[in-house]
């Protein structure tokens, strides 16, 4: 192990010896509760606490018994795929008297048990707050009733709770995404799609009721990523006489030859009036006011199953390794804290607050200040919001202000899911702005050859749920075609450039900005979008496209350790993508439960492919007879996919047999997934607007003139927010010859996946342990870019 900084905090000086840690789900399943389990479960065993399962919730809990049960190491394998939750979970009445909490505190204190780590919703963790108020008059109680000894009383006088959320409804003020509610958006996206193609065949409309009694993210969000007519969502009600509005906006749809209308519908839908709004009810007053064929569809049940997305298996196994962390560092003075997700930060919040908010947000909405719900809800929420308004609302064709301003939209390098929710809502935003959008057909080839066409609001109709790169994309760079290129911008009149791409993209605005000085057509702004599977942008921690691969890697990785438990003994080498840069093989090796990932960016040697073969032998001797070793492609020259393979054969010889698999180009394809369509959308649209307001700027005498450093800007996902920067200064951030950023975020998730899969290792905790406060955000604020 390496010598340690001495300003960082390393989590080895933090033991868990003489802890009891009990975990357990509690109120309404959701996908990646398993992998939460799993995290707190090994994360425990591994500082040498004792961890235990609490079966059936609160309920587990009063019951004691055979429902609070100490576990191993294997008692979580093959969990992290599985969706719902193993242990169960229950409504508890007996917990909400305070009986039934004197029975769960016997329980626990024979166990010693005073660290409980609570999966569940705002209830859920509200119970667990009040339980941990209550524990010391519940330890006296118990004494004095004879049910415990005096010396119990003081040995385990304090109580910590620390909380994560698992709702599928998104619905906890405090954290940008809950366990469990990326999957549900898989579900209903898959719906959605499958629906798509049986509506366009009879052109029909379609409504659609999604979960969220309380919570309209699951609607506003899966209506951003499909592209749907109307939505309704608790937050924020349509306006008075919204029947006659919807209807038109139907009609005036089918007109344009659409074939097809998706209504999405919250389940707890309101009207301005506090009305609710029923699935049921939109579909008659379509049916009567147009006569259009429609159908309901209520998803139900549905969204709460199938397995977890990569997204929350990753997040889910971030928060149970932080929640351990939390019950470790407590003292009898720390609030009870739930773990929460902002931006790509897991960071810690005081339960209480978060559960506040959360009840601020609905006593908001029975007031019917809807203005201040949305808000309260935080500025994902509202980012969501004011970009679905921007998109779904076009102006008359007289109305929109015209700028008489030609603006380009291109995709450069490799095609990736969810380019073409990007050019969507950069075209649609354009054409609110009043632009006129232009499409350049094949990167930059095909600008130097002139296929340039104008585009319309109509044209890109459809085009969220497409893979791929419908306007073709080729990784040729500028450099031998700056003549040409500029000739056509001359020609086009183009003012402004939208290129939508990964390190190719990125290295051809840094050759346009170096050409200003011999071609004034591209003192002109210009905006790079990231958008490749390999995420290796410098300036942005995604990219467009790195989550669907992700998904397709988890997927495969998820049948594969299927196969290999039929088997037994048996071991996987998969090779994923990602040129020099092994985010895909990191994070997929965290998501599908690796045993090791190779990357370029962490050099090994044949002493640590040994280590691994012997850490695999052994695995064999647990129950747990199978293997899963992901590589990148470009880890070591040397040390290759097939050498690789090789050396575990000969190595595992009678203990264990070897396969393996490269997955190329599949992890390019696919339709996009929910989280991809969401980014692509609102990373455009901020772009265009950036656009915009360069244009207003650099407009002069009749042309427009833009020659400095920040007029060709990189938009980046940085931490919490979205930032410009311009690409010139991103340049001392980039290894060229590597294709990859000098710095790269996930590479401190990478102890995590080690310790997840039994490896001792250091893990940097710098960044954990303090404790933050709920932030209220100005609208300010939402606009200068959270995403």
């Not at 425990?44 to 190491?73: C, L, P, R, T």
Request: charged content about 25%.
């Amino acid at each position: 192990m390496a010598d340690q900084p001495a300003d960082k905090k390393f989590f080895e000086n933090l033991s868990g010896a003489g802890k009891a840690i009990g975990v357990l789900t509690s109120g309404g399943d959701a996908q990646g509760m398993n992998a939460a389990v799993r995290a707190v479960v090994r994360m425990g065993i591994y500082v040498e606490a004792k961890v235990y399962f609490i079966y059936e919730g609160y309920q587990g809990m009063v019951d004691g018994g055979d429902n609070i049960v100490e576990v191993s190491w294997e008692s979580v394998s093959s969990i992290l795929q599985v969706g719902g939750t193993v242990i169960g979970s229950a409504r508890c009445k007996a917990f909400r008297t305070r009986e039934g909490r004197l029975k769960a505190a016997c329980n626990l204190i024979q166990r010693g048990i005073t660290n409980l780590c609570v999966i569940g919703g705002d209830g859920s963790l509200t119970g667990a707050n009040l339980f941990r108020e209550e524990w010391s008059g519940l330890l006296e109680e118990l004494a004095q009733n004879g049910q415990i000894e005096e010396e119990a009383v003081k040995k385990y006088a304090y109580l910590n709770i620390v909380g994560m959320v698992g709702s599928i409804d998104n619905d906890f003020c405090g954290t940008d995404m809950t366990i469990g509610t990326d999957s549900a958006l898989h579900r209903i996206i898959e719906v959605v799609d499958a629906i798509m193609t049986t509506a366009q065949s009879h052109q029909r409309t379609f409504v659609l009721e999604v979960m969220g009694r309380h919570c309209g993210y699951l609607a506003l969000v899966s209506a951003l990523a499909c592209g749907s007519d109307w939505v309704f969502i608790p937050e924020y009600p349509p306006e008075e006489g919204w029947e006659e509005q919807m209807c038109v906006k139907l009609s005036e749809n089918r007109a344009r030859k659409k074939r097809l209308n998706i209504i999405i519908v919250a389940e707890g839908a309101i009207d301005c009036h506090n009305k609710p709004i029923t699935s049921e009810q939109v579909k008659n007053l379509v049916v009567q006011q147009l006569g259009f064929d429609t159908r309901v569809t209520i998803l139900g049940h549905v969204q709460r199953g199938g397995t977890p997305s990569a997204f929350d298996r990753i997040l889910a196994s971030r928060m149970g390794v932080e929640a351990v962390l939390a019950l470790l560092e407590a003292t009898p003075d720390t609030p009870a804290c739930v773990v929460s997700l902002s931006g790509n930060q897991a960071v810690r919040l005081p339960l209480m607050e978060c559960v506040q908010m959360t009840q601020e947000v609905q006593k908001a909405m029975d007031e019917r200040k809807f203005c201040e719900a949305v808000r309260l809800r935080g500025r994902s929420f509202e980012n969501n919001l004011n970009t679905y308004k921007l998109l779904s609302h076009r102006r008359p064709d007289a109305e929109p202000p015209k700028t008489n301003f030609n603006v380009a939209v291109l995709n450069v390098g490799a095609p990736a899911a969810g380019m073409n929710a990007a050019v969507r809502s950069a075209v649609r935003v354009g054409i609110t702005e009043g632009h006129n959008m232009f499409a350049v057909i094949d990167g930059f080839e095909g600008f130097a050859r002139g296929q340039i066409k104008e585009i319309k609001w109509g044209d890109v109709g459809g085009w969220t749920g497409q893979g791929g790169s419908l306007l073709g994309t080729k990784r040729t760079l500028p450099a031998k075609y700056l003549e040409k290129i500029a000739d056509q911008m001359r020609a086009n009149n183009i003012n402004a450039l939208m290129v939508i791409g990964g390190f190719e993209a990125y290295l051809g605005l840094l050759e346009l900005s170096a050409a200003r000085e011999k071609y004034d057509e591209f003192c002109v702004p210009m905006v790079m979008v990231p958008a490749t599977v390999s995420n290796n942008v410098p300036g942005s921690d995604f990219s467009i496209g790195a989550d669907t691969a992700l998904n397709t890697i988890t997927d495969t990785c998820d049948r594969i350790k299927q196969s290999a438990s039929g088997t037994k003994r048996r071991v996987f080498i998969i090779e994923t993508m990602g040129g020099y840069c092994g985010y895909l093989a990191n994070m997929g090796a965290l998501a599908a439960g690796a045993d090791a990932a190779y990357i370029f960016e962490e050099k090994f040697d044949i002493r640590e492919l040994q280590a691994n073969v012997e850490h695999l032998t052994e695995k064999m001797k647990t129950s747990i007879q199978r293997g899963l070793v992901l590589r990148n492609e470009n880890s070591n020259e040397n040390y290759t996919t097939d050498f690789i393979y090789q050396l575990y054969s000969e190595e595992g010889k009678g203990v264990f047999d070897c396969r393996k698999n490269v997955l190329g180009h599949m992890q390019q394809g696919g339709a996009p997934s929910p989280f991809d369509r969401n980014f692509g959308t609102k990373i455009s649209a901020k772009a265009v607007q950036w656009i915009s307001k360069k244009l207003r700027e650099t407009y002069r005498k009749g042309k427009v003139f833009a020659n400095t450093d920040d007029s060709v800007c990189l938009l980046g996902m940085r931490r919490r927010n979205l930032v410009f920067q311009p690409v010139v200064e991103l340049k001392d951030q980039a290894d060229f010859e590597h294709r990859i950023p000098k710095e790269q975020w996930w590479l401190k998730l990478r102890p995590l996946m080690k310790i997840l899969a039994k490896y001792k290792t250091s893990y940097d905790v710098s960044d954990s342990g303090r404790l933050e406060h709920v932030a209220r955000h100005s609208p300010k604020e939402v606009e200068t870019g959270a995403i």
